[in-house]
């Protein structure tokens, strides 16, 4: 059974939050950054996109490993 309770979503927002910063990372890594000349508009959808994949990842996920857990792992070494 599918269940996505307060962990689950506590989970997933981290795993989003690390999108996010892996994306801005991504994008300004690679040119040399200057937060005055930085296109923030650009970074912004990017890492909102991120945001959201990995939202919907998550939520696709659910139920396949662990239960109330967005990994699609289950763990094996209990």
């Not at 994306?23 to 690679?30: C, P």
């Not at 650009?42 to 945001?51: E, L």
């Given at each position: 059974?599918?269940?996505?309770?307060?962990?689950?979503?506590?989970?997933?927002?981290?795993?989003?939050?690390?999108?996010?910063?892996?994306?801005?990372?991504?994008?300004?890594?690679?040119?040399?950054?200057?937060?005055?000349?930085?296109d923030?508009?650009a970074?912004?959808?990017?890492?909102?996109?991120a945001?959201?994949?990995?939202?919907?990842?998550?939520?696709?996920?659910?139920?396949?490993?662990?239960?109330?857990?967005?990994?699609?792992?289950?763990?094996?070494?209990?």
């Amino acid at each position: 059974m599918m269940t996505m309770g307060r962990n689950f979503w506590k989970q997933a927002l981290e795993r989003a939050a690390k999108s996010v910063a892996q994306a801005l990372v991504i994008v300004f890594g690679a040119a040399s950054f200057s937060p005055w000349t930085a296109d923030w508009k650009a970074a912004s959808g990017i890492a909102g996109a991120a945001f959201l994949l990995s939202l919907v990842s998550s939520i696709a996920t659910a139920g396949v490993g662990e239960p109330n857990d967005p990994s699609a792992v289950r763990l094996t070494d209990r």
